[in-house]
């Protein structure tokens, strides 16, 4: 038996120790300790979320609230960031990797009462997270070498998946979020439902006693581009260490305010208690936190995440552009005309780093150190690479001829209400102007941008994807063909799930490519490692896009609350809100 399979059943084993409701213990090292029951926590929301079903929408701010809502079959150690016991209170991996069989947690309720059983596990994965249709499912991860991967019902608490090989990952991607069959049973196929019907489900208007979920908080009220207020879960199934209910807190409320500087504002003005921060907000704030604020600032390397990049449309719709955007040695010369010590230095304060590709230097167990191949900042580099090309021509204003005459111009796509793109796209056009290339500045909400991607509807563009502790999660992004991969949409399928098009890819996109199939069922850990970096070298060589900083994590709360975990960043998909109280 491999080395790994041998760690997940050790962890199978453990898991099965932890009956409902679940003792969360052991993060003393966090500074966590037992709390009192009450009080209100208030967070800021980025923007009015577009429906009020997890899987009917990819919206980060629907997201931010969905995490309190609902809850996973496994879940992360805070302190470890190891799979644990959630949904499911342990689990056997049998047949050489390719059975999973989940026994799932006793005497766990939704916020409405209702029992919790293998019916809604089966039910969520169909319907939803396997459903090529529902637009934040998943379906990709369910199908391996062609084939499905296949989930059925044991008993009333138990569900087994059968995978057609060994995914080494497959556990680690398991923290999708449980929906509740008996709320949503007229939007499944069971009941003659199409499988789009699914994305119609609790839109925004929406009872509220409708939302029903099995997290430590249930909606109570939802006003549009107002706030969205969560209150107690009384059936919630973890406790502290005594064994006293959690959450602690009685109501988590969300105010929507779309510009970050309004955000700390009312972070100052302590109508918000929580708030992440960039690097150019840290100074003004820890100076304040020095001078007796009522609040704490703190700063951690980050694992998770998300590092801005730019990428160019290899599919633009100026298929002059297109030509020179596919073109390696396009992408090459403006990676040298791409300042990331000044973007360091003025637009996060120092506070992040040189990113890696595709990876967090954070992240020990994956990272190939890449940042040799980065480059330096030279404008002349970039100029000669250009010119090499056989861009040398310009026009009156000094910009460059692409081969049929037109000027090499380009809108840059970004988001205006963020507190980094702005100054990071001005910067950008700036030093591209230098170089020839006329850089103008389109920008939209942040939360238009991926669907932007995906639509094909643009020509550069300045976005971030989060970073997670294995590659194999993040293959939708950085695997051509892959469903986030937009920036090259000739590869993907036609349907989400199938095979890509391997003929529409580079040789380099085709070696990453295989490198991910190879690596999502290897076993051995070293032989994946090398796989991965393998992939991060082409990545880096290449450049499918051209990554910017990474980040640190910093955030600010209020000093009126204890037991904020921030060692390495809000994990995505959980906010560790149950853990905290008001002093």
């Known amino acids: ?47 009015s979320p577009q429906s009020l079903f997890y899987y ?29 016991p959630a949904l499911a209170e342990s689990w056997t991996i049998t047949e050489g990797g390719t059975v999973y069989t989940f026994k799932l947690r006793q005497g766990v ?21 396997m459903n090529p249709e529902s637009r934040a499912g998943d379906p990709g991860n369910f199908k391996l070498g062609g084939k499905d991967v296949t989930i059925s019902k044991v008993d009333a608490m138990t569900v087994r998946f059968n995978l057609p090989r060994p995914a080494p990952a497959f556990l680690l991607q398991q923290r999708y979020f449980i929906m509740p069959q008996h709320k949503l049973a007229r939007y499944g196929q069971e009941s003659g439902a199409k499988p789009g019907d699914i994305n119609t489900a609790w839109p925004t208007n929406v009872a509220e006693t409708e939302v029903v979920g099995t997290g430590p908080f249930k909606l109570s009220n939802y006003t549009a581009g107002q706030k969205v207020t969560l209150t107690r879960n009384p059936n919630y199934w973890k406790v502290d260490a005594a064994g006293k209910q959690l959450p602690y807190l009685d109501k988590l409320e969300f105010l929507i305010i779309r510009d970050p500087q309004a955000q700390v504002a009312q972070f100052l003005a302590g109508n918000l208690d929580q708030l992440n921060v960039t690097g150019a907000q840290f100074p003004d704030l820890k100076q304040k936190e020095v001078a007796g604020a009522p609040f704490k600032v703190m700063r951690s390397t980050a694992l998770f995440g998300s590092p801005p990049f730019v990428a160019y449309n290899f599919d633009a719709k100026n298929a002059a552009l297109a030509k020179v955007f596919s073109d390696v040695r396009f992408r090459r010369a403006m990676q040298s005309a791409v300042n990331r010590e000044r973007i360091i230095d003025t637009v996060y304060n120092g506070l992040a780093s040189l990113p890696g590709h595709g990876v967090a230097p954070a992240n020990k167990a994956f990272y190939a150190n890449t940042t040799r191949q980065l480059g330096s900042f030279s404008l002349a580099d970039a100029n000669d690479a250009l010119d090499a090309m056989g861009l040398k021509k310009r026009n009156a204003a000094g910009i460059r001829l692409l081969p049929n005459g037109q000027p090499l111009e380009l809108d840059l796509t970004y988001g ?30 942040s939360s238009r941008l991926l669907a932007t991607g995906q639509s094909g509807d643009w020509e550069m563009i300045l976005h971030a994807f989060g970073d997670q502790p294995d590659p194999e999660l993040r293959r939708p992004i950085w ?11 000739a590869p993907q399928p036609a349907r989400d799930g199938d095979p890509a098009n391997t003929a529409k890819m580079a040789s380099w996109e085709k070696e990453i490519y295989d490198i991910f199939n190879k690596a999502a069922v290897e076993p051995n850990a070293a032989t994946r490692k090398a796989l991965y970096t393998r992939w991060q070298l082409i990545f880096a060589q290449n450049l499918p896009v051209t990554p910017i900083a990474k980040p640190e994590n910093i955030g600010a709360i209020s000093t009126k609350f204890g037991n904020y975990v921030y060692n390495l960043g809000v994990i995505p998909g959980y906010n560790p809100v149950p853990l905290i109280y008001q002093k």
Not at 110 to 124: E, L, P
């Open 56 to 84: 009917g929408a990819i919206d980060n701010n629907l997201g931010l609230i969905s995490q309190q809502l609902f809850d996973g079959l496994v879940e992360f150690n805070l302190a470890t960031y190891r799979i644990e």
């Open 109 to 129: 309720k939704w916020s409405d009462g209702q029992a919790f059983n293998a019916d809604d596990v089966i039910f969520t994965y169909k319907n939803m997270i």
């Open 416 to 445: 205006t209400d963020s507190a980094v793109y702005p100054p990071i796209a001005t910067i950008l056009q700036s030093d591209f102007a230098k170089v020839g290339v006329k850089v103008n500045l389109k920008g939209i909400l």
């Open 1 to 47: 038996m491999h080395a790994r399979t041998l760690t997940l059943l050790t962890l199978a084993l453990l898991g099965a120790a932890h009956a409902a409701p679940k003792k969360v213990t052991g993060y003393g090292s966090l500074g966590v300790v037992g709390g009192k029951s009450g009080g209100t926590y208030t967070l800021p929301l980025g923007d």
């Open 479 to 489: 695997q051509p063909g892959g469903s986030l991969y937009y920036w090259h949409r």
